[in-house]
């Protein structure tokens, strides 16, 4: 399998007229990987029971899977998640780490242009299950909704400059052994900082 690595992609920047502009294509072959930085917060986690989550930070990764590309009827690439990992801590809940659940396959991401005349603005889609731990909270949580973010004008992918996507649906977490265990909700309209790995 062959992988673009962006961190040494994201040095092609060129001075065009004295303006600097990434080199970046829509259209990543099949079978390549795209490797983002994840950062999230300070943000808000809704918590069933008990206080919220209001301090919420945290960092990772994520790498996905060209399995389409093309232009008809406008450029777009079609990918799916091969690992995700992003770890962090809430003043009130502690540390938390979460990363891919292989056990279920979410829909396939996307990143398609808005137009038939060029690659940007583009829209971006992004899907996943995860799974993982709460320091404060008991047992091994997990979302059975898929968590959706999307971004509707991205100037560049592959390597990505930094890219804001917003949650589309409340995505609920819940521990399936516990179904007494408080549950907690990455919200609607909550936001998401993708960018190419430092």
Known sequence: MKRIIITATITAVMAVAGIPRLAASLSVPVGQTVDC?????????????GQDATGVTATGSATF???A??????????????ALN???SDPT????????DQSKKPTNSSVVAN????????TGNIYAFA????DGLP???ENARELHLTSSNLVSFDPQLIEIYTVVDDCVFSDPLNPVAPTFTITAGSQVLLSAPC
């Open 37 to 49: 930085r994840i950062v999230i917060g300070p943000s808000t986690i809704a918590v069933s029971t």
């Open 65 to 67: 899977q060209s399995i």
């Open 69 to 82: 590309t093309g232009n008809e009827p406008v450029e777009f690439t079609t990918l799916v998640p091969i």
């Open 86 to 88: 992003f770890a962090g």
């Open 93 to 100: 809940y502690g540390k938390f780490n979460f990363a891919f």
């Open 115 to 122: 137009q038939q005349t060029s690659s940007f603005p583009a």
């Open 131 to 134: 799974v993982g731990t709460v």
């Open 139 to 141: 047992g091994r949580y």
